[in-house]
């Protein structure tokens, strides 16, 4: 009895692990389709969002418009836009809208992921006792940055107040804590590559940013997107039933010269 309890037991704590192992894995998956929806939104917007990518950098110059077109960025970013007519007096509207709520978010959290920052540059070169905070401090600070750009995206595609920007952005970061994890990673790597390159930085990097984040918080909060280019009911039940199929392109193009 002994023996068929620890096995039982054993295959328990197998099937455990190994659902742990799967979710983890279509954790990955859904990582990468968050990311791959996140360029085709940029590729869809492309004109439009390498604008307000050149006006974000020129409002970080003046500062004082830093925070306010970090809202307006992510508000101009949002995915759901691709199916309206959104206008350059729209940026203008959101601006006007946002200027106290982007400095509230801006100073809730920008002041202390900086001073992680210095604390971690500052204590890694020395003996000091606090080093041994370091570990501690980086993780805080990846934290809090994606806590932030989290908020920022709330703020601007949902135009949320101060307090409800914060819970949105804390229950998209608990609720999907590994998630949130691979984003910052990946937003890391994202930047660097785009500095390197340098004009890519300039031109599309802030949206290309934005337009990531904006799908991860919309997943997290079940905000559902339409896809613009994603068939009608009715087109799609006349594909399910082999009704005038579309064979691509190259089938019409095909057909075009036989006729020829």
Known sequence: MRHGTLSAQHGRVTGQLGTGTGGHGRQAVSFLRLVGRSLRDVFEQLTSLFLYSVLWWVSVVTVIYAPVATVTLFAMADPRRQIMSTEFSDSIDVMKTSFRRSWAIFLCTVPLIVVLIWNTYYFGG??????????????MSGVLI????FAFSIAGTMESGVRNAF?????VLISRPYRGFLL????????VLLSVAV????FIGPALIAAIVNRFVFDGLNVEVMDPNA??????????????????????????????
């Open 126 to 139: 020395t003996n000091e006792a606090l080093r041994i905070l370091i570990p501690l401090w980086i993780l």
């Open 199 to 202: 004009l890519p930085m300039l």
């Open 146 to 149: 994606v806590l932030t750009l």
């Open 231 to 260: 068939p009608t009911n009715e087109r799609a039940d006349e594909h399910a039933r082999g009704i005038n199929p579309d064979r691509g392109v190259l089938h019409r193009l095909r057909g075009n010269n036989q006729r020829r």
């Open 184 to 191: 910052g990673i990946f937003l890391l790597i994202l930047t």
């Open 167 to 171: 819970r949105g952005a804390i229950y």
